[in-house]
């Protein structure tokens, strides 16, 4: 079993308050919901200013290849709140960058950070991977407790392009070896 039939398989998952599932077109106006308040998205891509330009993300950037790509979802409600998925997955190198956001409503919760924990077990004890990466922009702090608090260890500080400003920025990224990882 390679690695594609193993994010099939987990496709679905739970956390203790959390429902991963792949994305839907009818997630639009959550999306809508987050991706139009600029603080939501500061990280990751630029504002949206229409549903139909949320149409055109989820269909594009979020199902069109869906494997290792999941909306989290409020048990309750059933409402995508965010998102976490795998970037620059190397099915050979066995390593993966993890990349998320989540609606500013529901900060400060430990729920992303409940989230990637649940994805690093899947990575190391399902998928096989060996090494996970998170990448943050120096000032996102929120970001940089959720990857300590998930378990991974600032590995170097660097300067790269934003992709959608092409300004220089300073950017820390976090490491996960599998060896480091205790269930």
């Not at 193993?6 to 998952?13: C, H, R, S, T």
């Not at 594009?60 to 494997?67: A, G, H």
Request: net charge negative.
């Amino acid at each position: 079993m390679n690695i594609w039939t193993k994010l099939a398989e987990f496709a679905f998952f739970e956390t203790d308050r959390l429902i991963l599932r792949p994305f839907s077109y009818w997630d639009a106006a959550d999306f809508y919901q987050i991706a139009s308040n600029p603080s939501n998205l500061e990280f990751i891509f630029p504002s949206q200013s229409s549903i139909e330009e949320s149409q055109y993300v989820i269909a594009n950037y979020f199902m069109k290849n869906p494997l290792g790509i999941w909306a989290i979802c409020e048990p309750s409600t059933q409402k995508m709140i965010g998102s976490i998925k795998f970037e620059k997955l190397d099915e050979i190198k066995k390593e993966a960058e993890i990349g998320y956001f989540l609606q500013e409503n529901y900060w400060g919760q430990g729920l992303m950070t409940e989230a990637v924990k649940e994805l690093v077990f899947l990575a190391f004890r399902e998928f096989g991977l060996k090494s996970l990466v998170i990448i943050t922009h120096q000032e996102n702090r929120a970001s940089q407790h959720v990857a300590q608090k998930a378990g991974f260890s600032l590995h170097r500080q660097f300067k790269g392009s934003d992709r959608y400003t092409r300004k220089m920025r300073d950017y820390l990224e976090f490491r996960y070896e599998r060896g480091d990882f205790h269930e």
